[in-house]
């Protein structure tokens, strides 16, 4: 069954440098996605990706966070300068309409 | 705004006995409402979901859901657990965004099982 992948399972950085988080969705789907999850609080929406553009994106996402489709393939988040508050588990999901399927995720860690 | 409240923190259940996870939202229009549960390590898999038509809804792994209107919830249910059931349970209501739609995450219930 194919499902979505997520490189690398753990990023550990410092401030101010700039990460960039890997994903390899489901290669028939449209739709991708980006979460975050700090550790104890909610799943968060960051930005839906479609055709593209980005479609939707949360107060969340702002100048510090890019998203690109490269290659047709990949679907990659960069942060351009950590801040110790992006520390959190970041994942990604494709879909189609009604159904997102998420990958297992990257836990960055800004020191 | 759209939220979900899930009151529960953690649930702790024997194997073999039936269990009811909480989950109450807030939201302006019919809602589409889902369920999902991440394992450790792992990411989120959907359960099930709710756009529209019968409440009861069934979903992988024998787990159901209604939708209750009346009381803005959706409250996941199974009437026999299995320790590998034990995981994180995420209810959310998603709003309809450019072709797709956005979930808003509870707090997610934390299910332990015991033997």
């Known amino acids: 069954e194919p499902e979505v992948t997520q490189t690398p399972s753990h990023q550990v950085t410092q401030m101010g440098q700039e990460v960039i988080l890997r994903c390899v969705p489901i290669?028939?789907?449209?739709?991708f996605y980006w979460y975050r999850q700090i550790l104890g609080q909610k799943v968060e929406f960051l930005v839906s990706?479609?055709?593209?553009?980005?479609?939707?994106k949360s107060e969340i996402f702002d100048d510090q966070f890019s998203v690109e489709r490269p290659d047709g393939s990949n679907f990659t988040l960069k942060i351009r300068s950590t801040k110790l508050e992006d520390s959190a588990m970041y994942f990604c999901?494709?879909?189609?309409?009604?159904?997102?399927?998420f990958g297992p995720g990257t836990r960055l860690t800004v020191t | 705004a759209q939220s979900v409240t899930q009151p529960d923190i953690h649930i702790t259940v024997s194997e073999g006995a039936s269990l009811e996870l909480r989950c109450n939202y807030s939201?302006?229009?019919?809602?589409?409402l889902f369920w999902y549960v991440q394992s450790p390590g792992q990411g989120l898999q959907l359960l099930l979901k709710?756009?529209?038509?019968?409440?009861l809804v069934q979903g992988i792994k024998g787990f159901e859901a209604e939708f209750k209107r009346s009381q803005s919830s959706f409250n996941l249910r199974k009437p026999s657990v299995h320790w590998s059931d034990a995981a994180e349970y995420f209810c959310?209501?998603?709003?309809?965004?450019?072709?797709?739609?956005?979930?808003?995450f509870g707090r997610g219930t934390s299910l332990i099982v015991h033997p």
């Open positions: 999901a494709s879909g189609r309409y009604d159904e997102q399927y």
């Open positions: 290669s028939n789907h449209l739709y």
């Open positions: 990706f479609y055709n593209n553009e980005i479609s939707e």
């Open positions: 939201y302006g229009a019919t809602p589409y």
């Open positions: 709710y756009f529209s038509g019968d409440t």
């Open positions: 959310a209501v998603g709003e309809a965004s450019g072709g797709s739609y956005i979930p808003t």
